[in-house]
């Protein structure tokens, strides 16, 4: 079985791109179909020789657009050869992208081409990918519709799970949701999503913040709703605050090489999971994806966007430390951005986060692992490595961010659905026990706070050894009345319940 398309291009150029997720194959199929993994082709469909244009135009026509290995391949093809297939057909769709992009990425432009006539074509076909808004280039009639510029432009496929986050409204149902609760009950699930949003970031990052530290974190989500434009100065400060460290606090985006290691400090190059791109390409970098953060929220549907901003940002990896909780903060960032999440509002993503921990770390890998692919590591002793990337920061600028966004959707809904709502009616059931044993009953505050926590985490039980401690303070039949109607409160929480579009959503366990 032959490759055809970006996988022949890729592999007969010798390009450093990441392999096509579904490369096309030739195979005895009487029609191109998806199957185990690949695009099947049939032989008669596939250009009959290995002619990398050729194949580039096939694979735009039934593979999609693969922004990287468009990048590096069309530098390697003449001038000469894209002007007689543009002649050849000169209104052509797929010539005119590959012509567009070569001019692009060369630098250079194809003097003496025909004119172009008819009317725009779209680069990304909307039915397929997730599209930004209209680029049009008079040049080539091209409408570059991309989700960022030319320059960085990540792809989301129009997945099931895409299609159904962008369907179901989260924003929207956050805001009837805050919107639901009374004053009082929206301060305190609030103020439970701040502190437990920073909590729950830190812990990604195996870290317990000092009381400090969280409430300056506290204070950086309380920022999002700024409207401040991100900026190599703003993101210095938001990263100056997020590590104790003075050595560090950045002072500028990062001038020397960084790395991720899985297993500690042990180990060698073998160690090394994850390297992200050279100083000298971020600054680079980082203005594009600064462009699109700045703008996509308020031009694509704003998931897709923190999505991309989020993972984006990490995979650049801007800073030597603290580049994982600003990541999640970009989130918010960007949710905010987008006005549709009302000031003050927050979506605890990272409380969902560490308890999809295991999935975190696999949408990142999507990335980080064909990347690392890409770069040769050798040790130099002492936990000191060289590198020599064999890719240039093509595999950094377009990427495949389907993963991610697939993620950032499971993820949001999971933050309402189950972190809001349950600590909302946690809190609602904590107070129903409180005034149920406060009308029968003079105990102190705090201790009956207390109480209830206990017996509401105990699912409506307080140990022998806590009624002890507590025995001098209480009668039995106190801890006996807490316990009874802490029993009737989760017996009721048991019992599915609705949410806005008609779904039972039984809670998980706290």
Not at 80 to 85: D, G, Q, T
Not at 463 to 487: G, H, T, Y
Request: proline share 6%; hydrophobic share 40%; aromatic share 8%.
């Amino acid at each position: 079985m032959a490759n055809a398309g970006y996988e022949l291009v890729r592999t007969s150029l010798n390009l450093a791109a990441v392999p096509s997720a579904r490369p096309a194959i030739v195979r005895p199929v009487t029609r191109i179909q998806a199957i185990e993994g690949h695009l099947a082709v049939p032989a008669h469909v596939v250009p009959q020789t290995e002619d990398p244009l050729n194949h580039l135009l096939f694979a735009l026509k039934h593979e999609g657009v693969n922004m990287q290995i468009l990048a590096q391949a069309l530098p390697k093809i003449s001038a000469e050869r894209m002007l007689k297939e543009l002649n050849d057909s000169p209104n052509g769709q797929y010539i005119r992208a590959a012509c567009y992009l070569w001019e692009l990425h060369t630098g250079a432009v194809l003097e003496g081409k025909p004119d172009i006539a008819g009317g725009y074509v779209d680069l990304f076909d909307p039915e397929r990918y997730v599209t930004g808004p209209d680029n049009r280039n008079s040049r080539w009639r091209l409408n570059f519709n991309g989700l960022g510029s030319p320059m960085y432009c990540a792809t989301v496929e129009r997945s099931p799970a895409v299609e159904a986050g962008i369907r179901s409204d989260i924003l929207g149902r956050t805001k009837a949701f805050i919107d639901s609760l009374g004053k009082e009950m929206m301060d305190r699930a609030l103020s439970w999503a701040y502190l437990h949003e920073t909590e729950d970031s830190y812990a990604i990052e195996r870290e317990a913040p000092s009381e400090d530290k969280a409430r300056k974190f506290i204070a950086l989500l309380k920022q999002a709703h700024e409207g401040r434009p991100l900026s190599e100065e703003y993101l210095v400060e938001l990263q100056s605050s997020t590590v104790s460290g003075v050595f560090e606090k950045a002072v500028q985006f990062r001038n020397e090489q960084n790395w991720l290691r899985s297993g500690g400090n042990r180990g060698g190059a073998a160690s090394v999971s994850y390297v992200p791109p050279p100083p000298d390409a971020v600054l680079r970098l980082m203005d594009e994806w600064m462009a699109f953060a700045n703008t996509a929220p308020k031009q694509i549907d704003p998931i897709v966007a923190a999505s991309i901003a989020s993972f984006g940002f990490v995979y650049i990896h801007p800073f030597m430390d603290g580049n994982g909780r600003l990541s999640r903060f970009l989130f918010h960032k960007a949710l905010c951005t987008s006005g549709q999440l009302e000031k003050g509002a927050l979506l605890p993503v990272s409380v969902a986060m560490k308890r999809h921990e295991r999935q975190y770390l696999e949408t990142l890998q999507a990335f980080s692992a064909p990347a690392r692919e890409l770069v040769q590591v050798t040790s130099a002793g002492e936990g000191q490595f060289y590198f020599d990337f064999k890719a240039d920061d093509t595999i950094y600028r377009y990427w495949d961010a389907t993963p991610a966004v697939e993620f950032g959707f499971a993820m949001a809904e999971q933050a309402l659905d189950v972190e809001l709502r349950q600590e909302t009616q946690y809190l609602a059931h904590f107070d129903a026990i409180r005034r149920a044993i406060d009308e029968r009953y003079d105990v102190r505050g705090s201790l009956l706070a207390t109480l209830i926590s206990i017996a509401m985490d105990g699912e409506g039980t307080i140990s022998i050894s806590k009624r002890k401690r507590f025995a001098a303070d209480l009668p039995a039949e106190v801890f006996d009345a807490i316990e009874a109607e802490a029993r009737a409160v989760l017996a009721d929480a048991a019992e599915p319940t609705e949410d806005g579009d008609g779904s039972a959503i039984e809670p998980p366990p706290r």
